[in-house]
């Protein structure tokens, strides 16, 4: 299935658009105007397929929460490494169970000052094989890290190649008790 949209600057709540299109091979997003848009939570949950979403202007999103939710057949995402989530207060679960994803665009360069959840980020990531090096992170308005690596705690990513850097850093503000 194919699908054009048109969205225009009045769009601001995306969230659950594409909820279990399990059918859909392409959308052309040309014609988005995303510049408005706060919400994006659950946009491709259970999706098996995602066009080029890199263009997409993300500088009003707050939430982002489990976007990725489910896609469970993604080997890789478009690049989402210029996305600009400033104001982004919540990314939680947002890679949750994407179980056949190998890697992940360059997300050392987002600008996460302002996020306050990544509980679950990487939950289930089991096939995830590298991390690009977050240890640079603004983390200081981190409230909630719940399960954030937990597949490398279980030894569940056993291909994963994960710098101490990016553990330590989160660590020294949340010591295990």
Known sequence: MEIELKINDKIIDVSYMFESCTSLIYFSNNNWDTN???NMSYIFKDCLNISDISKWKTSKVINMDNIFYNCSSL????DISKWDIDRVQSMKSMFYNCISLLKLPDISIWNTSKVSNIGYMFFDCISLEYISDIS???IENLEDIE???ICIIYSRCRKMEISIKHLSIIFLLFPLR
């Open 75 to 78: 080997l890789k995402l478009p």
């Open 36 to 38: 408005n848009v706060n």
């Open 136 to 138: 640079k992170w603004n």
């Open 147 to 149: 399960s954030l690596f």
